[in-house]
């Protein structure tokens, strides 16, 4: 069974720092590129960030760049999202996600996703 699993929310400070961790199960996603996707209440689901499958290229949606960082362990099929300067409107459940086909996880081309983490950012 292939699994994308998320840890690492919770509740934080405005102006802190978190690492989401997204770890795989189930096959190897080492051809997979992978990344995040949040969503708030009331609102759609969004990109966050996307490392490529080879971990040359980065992607950053603009309300994130700047103060967050995608890595990968290839060991561990673990892709992590570090963010810093959290902000109220960080706040959102955070999704894992691996795509094929789509270096920058185009929505439509997402194959797997986590089944979320949330992100309380209390100001």
């Known amino acids: 069974q292939v699994q994308l699993v998320e840890s690492g929310g919770g509740l934080v400070q405005a102006g802190g720092s978190l690492r989401l961790s997204c770890a795989a199960s189930g096959r190897t996603f080492n051809n997979y590129n992978r990344g995040w996707f949040r969503q708030a209440p009331g609102k759609e689901r969004e990109f966050v960030a996307a490392?490529?499958?080879?971990?040359?290229?980065?992607y950053y949606s603009d309300s994130v760049k700047g103060r967050s960082s995608i890595s990968r362990d290839g060991a561990k099929n673990t892709v992590y999202l570090e963010m810093n300067g959290l902000k109220a409107e960080d706040t959102a459940v955070y999704y894992c996600a691996a795509a094929a086909a789509s270096w920058r996880l185009d929505l439509g081309h997402v194959d797997y996703w986590g089944q979320g983490t949330q992100v309380t950012v209390s100001s």
């Open positions: 490392l490529s499958w080879n971990g040359m290229r980065t």
